[in-house]
């Protein structure tokens, strides 16, 4: 019999700690995958650049909250694409050391995002919201200082992991809170057949109705938009405009809405067409 060639497994990253949500999403998308939890998005960002991992697993937007503005950003100036989105719904736990009480809380520890989630609860109840890398890190962290009166924000399994417990569950201010994320690689992909979605970047003239027009225009191509949102440019006082659509799947439904780019719209960037989640 000959040798048995063995494959290397794909080398997925994604942003934080093992529990975390975001691995959460990666081991739903690719369970038999090596996930790798990476510090920072600028540092996911650059390792898939360097091809230190094969994808990434990004949060993009959240239902309460909306666009995580730093993965965003980068994703214009980068060369990653996106091929395809997962939803996870986002379930807070308030977890402390035992023996704490919620009246001993007086800060919460947790990953920007997610403290962000729970901002009105958490300015009720009078607590110090204390930014960190990561939902699980946050714990891991509580418990490492044993603080009764801190607290941390996080998925309710992680409390069991570092011997700490849930004092409240299902903290966070909008029962519908879901986190969509993104797959992101390098190389060219061709556009899948199911693939009826398309994230994508332009510019209009500073002209009154312009922006108006160039919507107008897709509708009438066929495009159901999502998501629209203007950041600023690379020009001090001039934006772009990012923006999800819906259209017919494939490569023609694609090219029925932007091949011809509209005449209303400039600086065109295409950042993925995939099959929506």
Known sequence: ????????????????????????????????????????????????????????????????????????????????????????EVRHALIGVPGATLQQIASVHSHPQALSQADYKIEQAGWLPIPTHDTAGAVRLLAEH???????????????????VVLASDFMDRDHNTTRFVILALEPVEIPDDANKTSFVFATAHTPGALALALTELGLRGANLTRLESRPSHEAWKYRFFADMVH??????????????????????????????
């Open 1 to 88: 019999m000959g040798e048995t060639t063995t494959l290397p497994s794909m080398r997925i990253g994604f942003q934080g700690e093992g529990r975390s949500y975001s691995h959460r999403a990666v081991t739903q998308l690719f369970p038999d995958a090596d996930h790798v939890g990476l510090a920072s998005f600028a540092s996911a960002f650059h390792s898939l650049r360097d091809a230190d991992v094969d994808r990434l697993v990004l949060p993009i937007e959240n239902s309460t909250t909306g666009s995580v503005l730093p993965v965003l950003d980068r994703l214009t100036k980068s060369r990653a694409r996106v091929i395809g989105e997962h939803l996870v």
């Open 146 to 164: 044993g603080d009764p009166s801190e607290a941390a924000l996080a998925p309710p399994e992680t409390a069991q992991e570092h011997g700490l």
């Open 248 to 277: 017919q799947p494939g490569s023609d439904g694609f090219k029925s809405i932007l091949e011809p780019h509209p005449a209303t719209m400039a600086d065109v960037q295409i950042l993925g067409t995939y099959p929506a989640a």
